[in-house]
């Protein structure tokens, strides 16, 4: 045991300590959270090598496994015979048992009884994270039972049920449509807009009338979305005046990318949205030629001059991204970055180079960070809205989960994007905004991040900021 412990120190001499306000939670809450995160491991475990469709066996017959292997790895890994785990399983399963397992260290030091020293050496060897995928994921059902055994020995939680928050309003405009984010371009958009990504045909129309009657006015979509003609004609039959529209889309296609090819994309989507100009027009993500990236970049710029975007973006950008941009040495810089922004994954990343990006966006760049999937797992397993403290903190505001989750978004980025297809959660969505919840419960929902760090979702630090006005020293490479 002395010799884990010692191993433990050593693999996390490098970690920082939990923050406080991870250490101010109750024994009851850590417990609640810890036993949460073993059922979601658990269900994961499961179902790793089940088909999520029923027509998985089709498709596999019809060839799918090769024409399209990375969505039919994920849906239908038995059709395809691909229950092998790849590196990245191996990373999203270890984050899920990582939040177990700190959570579990935090019930016990809450309830006075220190830190277990079998809990932290499985700590340490989490963290080594084994190079063969296999072994990790062989390791986890045996983690699974240690910690339900290690929580079992705590002191009984209260009988009573976990807090649920109250039900979402029904009725009334959101008090968010008086509320803006101003750009660095002297626009403004709605804080909260309303993505369409995985809509299409009747679905994308329907889910968009209904986000614009509930009170979204800021609408996304984007070419490779395939639904740009069906979110038009929505925002068309809508009634809704263009002037209080703010309507985004976005550069995604590799054959877009270069001048000429810039300028076509853009105007094929303002044919199919059946409008004169965009509010906000992004590239989808960054581009390996740094001369093809900047020479996309002129012809949007010339595009705003134009007339026809009002303001300029860019999504799934990181600090060396944005660089590779200054480096070019273009007038118009990014109003908005669109990136996955979640109380794990801040500003697109598990590390604390979310932070720094963060940080640079506000201070160095006055850019404003529009969150997308601040809800969902996405890309990894640990879902945001199952986090045992986010529901007793919405429970404690009387908002609900979501809504706590979306107004944390807004408030340390700028902006977020959600999506809904029933009415009762895109009222739900649609008024986050309309309640305050203070500064500690933002710090509350910010240190959860530190529950999913490690060394193998980390990478190197980033460029350290340099000082306003001064040159720009030369950086490493990441």
Same mark, same amino acid.
Do not use: F, K, M, Q
């Given at each position: 045991m002395a010799h884990a412990r010692a191993l433990l120190l050593a693999v996390l001499a490098l970690e920082p300590p939990p923050p406080e306000a991870l250490r101010r939670a109750t024994a009851p809450a850590a417990r609640r959270a810890a036993e949460d995160a073993i059922t979601e491991l658990r269900t994961h475990l499961a179902a790793f090598c089940a088909d999520a469709s029923a027509d998985c066996a089709g498709w596999a017959r019809a060839g799918e496994c090769a024409r399209n292997p990375a969505f039919m %790895?994920? /849906?239908c890994r038995a059709a395809c015979d691909a229950c092998e785990p790849s590196a990245s399983d191996a990373i999203n399963y270890a984050e899920v048992a990582l939040i177990a397992l700190r959570n579990a260290q935090i019930a016990r030091a809450?309830?006075?009884?220190g830190e277990d020293g079998a809990l932290g050496a499985r700590e340490a060897a989490l963290l080594r994270a084994p190079a063969a995928p296999a072994e990790i994921m062989r390791a986890l059902p045996a983690l699974a039972d240690e910690l339900a055994s290690a929580l079992a020995l705590l002191p009984p939680a209260s009988a009573s049920a976990p807090p649920t928050a109250g039900a979402p309003p029904t009725a009334g405009a959101p %008090?968010?449509?008086s509320r803006s984010l101003a750009l660095n371009d002297g626009h403004a958009a709605p804080p909260l807009g309303f993505g369409t990504w995985l809509l299409t045909g009747e679905a994308a129309y329907a889910a968009v009338r209904q986000a614009l009657d509930v009170g979204f006015r800021h609408?996304?979509?984007?070419?490779?979305?395939?639904?740009?003609?069906d979110v038009g004609r929505a925002l068309r039959d809508s009634g809704v005046p263009r002037a209080e529209l703010f309507i985004a889309t976005k550069l995604s296609f590799a054959s877009s990318y270069g001048g000429p090819q810039a300028r076509a994309a853009l105007e094929r989507s303002l044919r199919a949205l059946g409008v004169d100009y965009v509010d906000l027009y992004m590239l989808h993500g960054p581009h390996a030629d740094a001369r093809v990236l900047a020479d996309t970049w002129r012809s949007l710029e010339a595009a705003r001059a134009d007339g026809l975007v009002r303001s300029l973006g860019v999504s799934n950008f990181g600090l060396r991204e944005l660089r590779a941009l200054d480096a070019a040495g273009l007038t118009v810089p990014p109003a908005v970055v669109q990136n996955k922004h979640s109380i794990y994954r801040h500003g697109g990343s598990t590390d604390y180079a979310g932070d720094d990006l963060l940080a640079e966006l506000r201070v160095a760049r006055n850019a404003s960070l529009v969150a997308y999937c601040t809800l969902n797992a996405w890309p990894g397993l640990a879902r945001p809205l199952a986090d045992a403290r986010v529901r007793a903190l919405a429970a404690r505001l009387d908002v609900t989960p979501a809504q706590l989750l979306l107004r944390w978004a807004v408030e340390t980025g700028g902006g977020a994007l959600t999506r809904a297809t029933t009415r009762r959660h /895109?009222?739900?969505? /649609?008024?986050?905004l309309d309640t305050p919840i203070g500064r500690d419960a933002l710090d509350e929902l910010s240190a959860l991040r530190w529950l999913a760090r490690?060394?193998?979702?980390?990478?190197?630090?980033?460029?350290?900021v340099p000082a306003a006005g001064t040159a720009r020293a030369a950086k490493t490479e990441l």
């Open positions: %790895r994920d /849906a809450a309830a006075g009884l %008090r968010h449509r609408i996304d979509t984007s070419e490779n979305y395939a639904n740009e003609e /895109a009222v739900e969505n /649609a008024a986050a490690a060394p193998w979702n980390r990478g190197p630090p980033e460029p350290e």
